[in-house]
């Protein structure tokens, strides 16, 4: 049996941001678990805020579909997400409303969300770890009709949650992580 694919996408482009790291850190516990992994950067899939009359006079932006594609790839996405004002980021929504109007051929828009699982985390360097960015963000992806796992992860105080050697040092905080990567792997070992 192949290795299940399970694709990465911070929803952050800052330099030194909590969450790429924590993006990095969950895709090696990928890794080790035997999936095989692709991490993304949304830098290189450039979208305008998503306007209907740009859509209607343009279509969707090549950078969506490509996106779209990469997902529709994958049996598996996890999203690790900062929160602002107790939300997902401007970056990731408009990632998920253009996404959300590609339609290849053959199939209806937002197909792509349907056919795999998705994962939630957050990191946040205050102490409910992004919680409510997450509880968001999962209502948005239930919109889409997107199987989203239970397990998720909120990495609480995340500018102090990493050793000298960039492990994480609470052991809670890897146990959340490696449910998570376990429970992410078998439902999307179900999508292929």
Known sequence: M??????????????????IRLAQMAAAELLRAGADVTELSLADYPLPIYDGDLEARSG??????????????????????????????P??????????RVQDPGESAGEVFRNRAFALAAASAG?????????????ILSGCRAPVIPNQLTLSFADQAYDDQ???????????????????????????
């Open 2 to 19: 192949s290795a299940v694919k399970i694709l990465v996408i911070p929803g952050s482009l800052r330099t030194g941001s909590l969450n």
């Open 60 to 89: 969707v932006p090549e950078a969506a579909v490509q996106l779209k594609r990469m997902i529709g790839a994958h049996q598996g996405v996890l999203l690790v997400t900062p929160e602002y004002n107790s939300a997902p980021p």
């Open 91 to 100: 970056l990731l929504k408009n990632a998920i409303d253009w996404v959300s």
């Open 127 to 139: 102490k409910l770890g992004g919680a409510r960015c997450l509880a968001a963000l999962r209502l």
């Open 166 to 192: 960039g492990r994480l040092k609470n052991n809670a905080d890897v146990e959340a992580l490696q449910a998570m990567v376990q429970q992410l792997i078998a439902f999307a070992q179900q999508m292929k």
